[in-house]
C-alpha cells in the first residue's frame, strides 16, 4: 500500500476471474472506501488496462444487490425471498441439519460444489477441499474446463508451461486455434499485434468470425468437433510433402512412424468433406505452418468440447514437433502456463483426509444425481455450493431447477449475490468481493505470481472462503490446526517457496511489488523444449502415447482429492478423429438440423457479471448469431425474437442474422442469467451432460437444436 498527498492511498490487487490474464490491479481508496480500480502500468503483461468484465469493479464492491448478511429462506425455493439472520443462527441451523443428515444418511449425503468463481489460491477451486474431505462428503469431481485438454497435453508433451506468452511477438506464424483472444485472453492481443508488425501472419480457426477471425490475416471457419480431423490433415500434408524437421523428429519424438500410417488415410480431400475446409486450404495452412518459423499454435478452452476433444488436443499438440517448431523462440504450443506454478495443492485439499471408498460424484451430472436418475445410496440430501452458479454454468437446466425444488434438499449456497442458484437456497451466507479479502494468484496465461492484498475492509459480514471453512470446521467439532493458520500462513504452505522458479521470490518483495515473474527464463531466452526435455514417461513428444494404457485417466487437480491419476478404458495411444456423438442421429433425422455452441460472452466471465448494470449494457439481451441462409429457411428476421429447443429444453433469444457464422451452425453466448431472460431459461437448457473422450469433460459443442420464430416454437415442439 502506498499513500499520496491528497489522503488516498493505493494498493495493490489481483483479478479475481478465471480468465489466462490474471491482471494486476490498482485500487485507489480513500477513507476507507474504494474508489477507482485500474490495471497496473508497471506489469509486463497487464500493462495498465482492464476488460470491460472488471474495469469497473468497484461498482460490483459497492452494486446495491449485494448479499451482506446471512440469510433464511421465508418464501417458496425459487422465490427469492429470505429474511436476515445472524451467523451463528445460519451455523447453527447447518450443524443441526447436517447432524441429522450424517447420522441418518452418513457424510456421504452431503455434496460440496464450486469451481472458479474467484481464481485464488486460497479461496478459489479448492478452497473447501479439506472440510469436506475432512467431514467425509461425496467428493465433488470438477472437470468443466480443460480437462480432456490437459490429459491430452500431458500424454504428448507432459506438463509443461509450453510457451511464454510473451515470447509471441518474435513469432512469425501464428495459429489460434478456438481461441478468441480480443474477448477472453486480451491481454495477450498485444504480443500479437507487435509479431504482426513484424511480419508475422495471423490464423485464426474457428466455427465463429469473432472479434479476434475479423482482425485476422487468414479465418478459416471450420465444422464445430471436427478439428482433429484438420491436425490430422495437416499431418498428412507436412509429412507427405516432406516438410517434417527429420533431425528434431528423430532426437525428440517417438512413435513417428506410427502417426505417418494415420495421418495417411487424412487426405486433404477427406479432411475437406469432414471440416466444410476447402482442401487447397488445408494445403496451404499446412506447408505455411511448416515452412514459415517459428510458428506456433495457441489453443482454446473451447477446442475440447465435443466428443473427441481429448484427441484434438492431442493432434495439435503433436504438430510442433512435427516442425521443429520448438526449437526457436517464438515457436511451439501455448496450453496452460499454470504448470509452472510450483503449486503445493494438498496442503489446500488435504486429499490424506479422504476415506478410502468415499464416492465421487462428477459436477457435470448434478441435474441427474439431484432428481436420482441413477440411484444413488445414500441420496444427495444437503447441497453446499460456493465460487459457482450451477443453474447457469451446468448443462441441463431444467433437472438441475427441479432438483433444487425438492423440500427434502438442504441447500446452502455462499454468494456475492441473489444467483439463480441462490434462489433456491436454505441458507445464504455473504462473500467478500477480491477488494476485501487477501489471496496469492497463479495464472494460466502467463508466468507471473501476483498477491492480492485486502484494500478495505469487508462489507457487512461477508467473509472471505477461508474465513467460512474456519466457522464450518469450528461448528461441525473438526479440531486440526489446519484451521488454526491465517490467510498469510496459508499462502506460505500452498506455494514451494524453495522451488527453482520461486528464486528471488518473497512474500515481503510481493507485498511492495504486487507481482513478480517466475525464474524461468525470459521471454527472449526460455526455450523449454528446444533439445526434447519433454515431461512425458519417454522425456520425449510423444507421437503414440504410452499414458494411452491408463485409460480415460482424470488428473488430481480436476479429480479433486485424489493424488493418482484414475484410469479407464485404455484409449488410443494415436490422435484420432471423433465424429461428435450428437450429431449423426439426430441430424439424419432432420429434427434439429442445427448445432449449438454456446462461447464465452464478450462482457460475462462465464455467470459472475450477467446481472450488472455496465456489463448487461454491453452486451444486451440474450442474442443468438445465425447464418443468412438458416434465418430464411426459417422466416428468422434480424432481431426476431426466436426460441431455441431440443429433447432437453428451449431458451428464447434475440436473432443476429450474420455471415459470421457457418451455414448450420447457431451461437448462442453463455453467462445470461435465467431469471433476467426470456422465457426463464439459458443456453444450458440445451446442452447435455455427456462426456468427451477424455478426462470425463464437457461436451457443449455436441448440442443440435432447431430454431423457430418465438410464438411458433409450442407447435413445432
Known amino acids: ?103 441418518e444418511s452418513g457424510p456421504a449425503a452431503i455434496l460440496p460444489y464450486s469451481y472458479l468463481g474467484t481464481e485464488g489460491i486460497l479461496n478459489g477451486l479448492n478452497a473447501g477441499d479439506a472440510f469436506f474431505n475432512r467431514l467425509g462428503a461425496t467428493i465433488s469431481e470438477r472437470t468443466f474446463c480443460d480437462s480432456a485438454s490437459c490429459t491430452a497435453y500431458f500424454m504428448t508433451i507432459g506438463p509443461s508451461p509450453g510457451m511464454d506468452p510473451e515470447s509471441f511477438k518474435y513469432s512469425k506464424y501464428i ?28 490464423v485464426v480457426i474457428d466455427p465463429v468470425r469473432t472479434r479476434t477471425a475479423r482482425e485476422a490475416d487468414w479465418h478459416i471457419p471450420i465444422r464445430p468437433g471436427t478439428d482433429a480431423a484438420l491436425a490430422l490433415g495437416m499431418m498428412h500434408v507436412i509429412i507427405n ?18 502417426l505417418k500410417q494415420r495421418a495417411g488415410s487424412y487426405t486433404p480431400e477427406l479432411v475437406s468433406s469432414i471440416t ?63 504448470w509452472a506454478f510450483p503449486v503445493k495443492w494438498e496442503n489446500l485439499m488435504r486429499p490424506d483426509w479422504i476415506t478410502s471408498g468415499t464416492r465421487v460424484l462428477n459436477q457435470w451430472r448434478l441435474g441427474a444425481a439431484l432428481m436420482q436418475e441413477e440411484p444413488l445410496d445414500p441420496p444427495i440430501r444437503s447441497l453446499f455450493v460456493y465460487n459457482s452458479n450451477p443453474v447457469v454454468v451446468s448443462p441441463e437446466q431444467q433437472k ?22 441462490a434462489q433456491y437456497a436454505d441458507i445464504v451466507l455473504p462473500a467478500t468481493t477480491q477488494l476485501e479479502q487477501f489471496d496469492i494468484m497463479f495464472s494460466w496465461g502467463h508466468l507471473y505470481l501476483t498477491l492480492n492484498q485486502k484494500a478495505i475492509e469487508p462489507l457487512g459480514e461477508a467473509v472471505p472462503n477461508t474465513e467460512l471453512f474456519r466457522r464450518l470446521a469450528r461448528t461441525m467439532g473438526l479440531d486440526d490446526p489446519h484451521w488454526i493458520r491465517n490467510d498469510e500462513d496459508m499462502a506460505l504452505d500452498a506455494l514451494d517457496w524453495t522451488h527453482p522458479a520461486m528464486q528471488g521470490i518473497t512474500m515481503d518483495l510481493l507485498k511492495q511489488k504486487g507481482w513478480a515473474r517466475l525464474a524461468v527464463g525470459t521471454p527472449e531466452t526460455y526455450l523449454p523444449h528446444a533439445e526434447g526435455n519433454f515431461l512425458t514417461p519417454s522425456g520425449k513428444c510423444e507421437f503414440k502415447a504410452s499414458m494411452a494404457a491408463g485409460g480415460n485417466f482424470v488428473l488430481p487437480l480436476f479429480r479433486q482429492g485424489s493424488n493418482e491419476f484414475q484410469p479407464g478404458d485404455p484409449v488410443d495411444p494415436l490422435p484420432a478423429y471423433t465424429p461428435s456423438r450428437e450429431k449423426a442421429p439426430m441430424a439424419t433425422s432432420g429434427r434439429y438440423p442445427l448445432n449449438v455452441i454456446s462461447p464465452k460472452s464478450h462482457a460475462f466471465l462465464n455467470s459472475s457479471y450477467g446481472n450488472l448494470p455496465a456489463q448487461l449494457h454491453h452486451a444486451g439481451e440474450q442474442v443468438v448469431l445465425v447464418n443468412p441462409a438458416d434465418a430464411r429457411a426459417r422466416n428468422v428476421g434480424d432481431g426476431s425474437p426466436v426460441r431455441i429447443f431440443n429433447d432437453r429444453g428451449s431458451v428464447e433469444a434475440v436473432a443476429k442474422v450474420t455471415e459470421d457464422v457457418m451455414p448450420g451452425v447457431i451461437v448462442a453466448p453463455m453467462g445470461y442469467w435465467r431469471s433476467l431472460s426470456r422465457g426463464g431459461a439459458t443456453v444450458n437448457a440445451l446442452n447435455p451432460a455427456s462426456y468427451a473422450d477424455f478426462g470425463r469433460a464437457p461436451v457443449f459443442s455436441d448440442t443440435l437444436a432447431e430454431m423457430v420464430v418465438a410464438g411458433a416454437a409450442m407447435a413445432a415442439e
Not at 510433402?241 to 506410427?258: K, N
Request: overall charge neutral; some cysteine.
Open 175 to 202: 495459429i489460434l486455434w478456438a481461441c478468441n483472444t480480443i474477448s477472453t485472453n486480451l491481454h495477450h492481443w498485444p504480443f500479437i499485434a507487435e509479431a504482426r508488425q513484424n511480419g508475422a501472419k495471423l
Open 1 to 103: 500500500m502506498t499513500a499520496d498527498a491528497g489522503g488516498t492511498s493505493l494498493v495493490r490487487v489481483a483479478c479475481p476471474h478465471d480468465c489466462p490474464d490474471t491482471c494486476a490491479m490498482l485500487v485507489t481508496v480513500g477513507n476507507g472506501r474504494a474508489l477507482a480500480v485500474r490495471g497496473d502500468p508497471d506489469h509486463p503483461f497487464t500493462r495498465g488496462g482492464l476488460c470491460v468484465k472488471v474495469n469497473n469493479y468497484e461498482k460490483r464492491v459497492y452494486s446495491a444487490d449485494r448479499l451482506l448478511y446471512p440469510m433464511r429462506r421465508s418464501g417458496p425455493k425459487g422465490s427469492g425471498r429470505f429474511e436476515r439472520i445472524t451467523w451463528d443462527q445460519a451455523l447453527a441451523t447447518i450443524k443441526q441439519r447436517w447432524s441429522n443428515i450424517i447420522e
Open 276 to 338: 466444410g475446409i476447402p482442401a487447397d486450404d488445408i494445403r496451404t495452412l499446412a506447408r505455411e505452418y511448416a515452412t514459415t518459423q517459428p510458428s506456433v499454435i495457441r489453443i482454446g478452452v473451447a477446442i475440447e468440447r465435443h466428443a473427441g476433444g481429448g484427441q484434438t488436443v492431442r493432434a495439435t499438440a503433436c504438430l510442433p514437433a512435427l516442425v521443429g517448431a520448438w526449437r526457436r523462440i517464438g515457436g511451439g504450443m501455448l496450453q496452460l502456463p499454470i
Open 400 to 421: 438441475i431447477v427441479k432438483g433444487l425444488e425438492r423440500e427434502d434438499l438442504f441447500t446452502v449456497v455462499s454468494e456475492q449475490f441473489l444467483t439463480d442458484t
Open 241 to 258: 510433402e516432406d516438410l517434417v524437421d527429420r533431425d528434431y523428429v528423430a532426437q525428440y519424438t517417438v512413435g513417428f512412424d506410427e
